[in-house]
């Protein structure tokens, strides 16, 4: 089944993700879990099974299963989590925050592998990355930062060792 996952951003109190089949008008099933406004989503594959992630003011990311329709793990974050990015090369999810703080979660286990402060750039507003690369461009208010990440991120709770540069 092929589906589009809907998430009215304009909406003052989205708290429900919406999943739609492809050629229906009317939304297939919601995903319910959120306490506050839905902000972000992405997908992440792990073997061959592959989730949605959702991030939220509520200071949560969940992740979902489409095929029971369900939240199988909820990440939790330091403050309100603005955009959230499955790496396509590393088994990473980089969540963004209200407070300038990015997590590294492990995208097999779903258990949290560093926690990087930005400093006084701004709430994290966007994520990116280069297909093939190691490198992530994380978008704040005032700065912009391109980092690498290396499979070896574990271990070490914090730091800015692996930061490539800043851009203002």
């Not at 792990?46 to 489409?66: A, M, N, P, R």
């Not at 088994?91 to 286990?109: A, K």
Request: hydrophobic letters at 40%; charged letters at 20%.
């Amino acid at each position: 089944m092929k589906v589009i996952v809907l998430l009215d951003l304009e909406a003052l109190y989205v708290l429900v993700v919406q999943v739609w089949r492809l050629d229906s008008s009317d939304p297939e099933y919601s995903l319910i879990g959120h306490l506050k406004k839905v902000t972000c989503l992405d997908f992440v594959t792990c073997g061959d099974q592959q989730y949605l992630i959702s991030g939220s003011y509520d200071s949560t990311v969940k992740i979902w299963d489409l095929q029971k329709r369900e939240c199988i793990c909820t990440l939790e974050a330091m403050s309100p989590v603005h955009c959230v990015l499955a790496h396509p090369n590393l088994p990473v999810i980089i969540t963004g925050t209200e407070h300038g703080i990015i997590h590294l979660w492990n995208s097999t286990d779903f258990r949290l592998k560093r926690t990087i402060s930005l400093g006084g750039g701004g709430p994290v507003i966007t994520l990116g990355c280069l297909m093939g690369s190691p490198r992530v461009v994380i978008g704040q208010e005032n700065a912009f930062f391109a980092m690498d990440i290396h499979d070896d991120w574990g271990g070490q709770p914090q730091g800015r060792d692996n930061f490539i540069g800043k851009f203002q």
